[in-house]
Nanobody, 118 residues
């Protein structure tokens, strides 16, 4: 049974930090590209950050470059998103995603709410 379980969301003031975690089970985590997406009310889901399965290369949405860092620990089947200098426009539900091109398998977590507000 495949599961992606996110945690770490919450309410934070502008300029603050949060670290999201996503723990996977039921598939070979190390073989999957792992990503964080977000969806704000009334908007489409957008890619925030991605980390590859091989050399762990990363890419980020322009809106979060220099503020967010994605990382993974294959021994713990976990991907992280460190979010610093948070802005109100970062408010959204954040989703963890796992994708493997070779099999076209695509998995989603249930999402975790991040609210940036004073």
């Amino acid at each position: 049974q495949v599961q992606l379980v996110e945690s770490g969301g919450g309410l934070v003031q502008p300029g603050g930090s949060l670290r999201l975690s996503c723990t996977a089970s039921g598939f070979t985590f190390s073989s999957y590209v792992m990503s964080w997406y977000r969806q704000a009310p009334g908007k489409e889901r957008e890619l925030v950050a991605r980390i590859t399965s091989g050399n762990g290369s990363t890419n980020y949405a322009d809106s979060v470059k220099g503020r967010f860092t994605i990382s993974r620990d294959n021994a713990k089947n976990t991907v992280y998103l460190q979010m610093n200098s948070l802005k109100p426009e970062d408010t959204a539900v954040y989703y963890c995603n796992g994708y493997r091109r070779a099999t076209a398998r695509n998995y989603w977590g249930q999402g975790t709410q991040v609210t940036v507000s004073s």
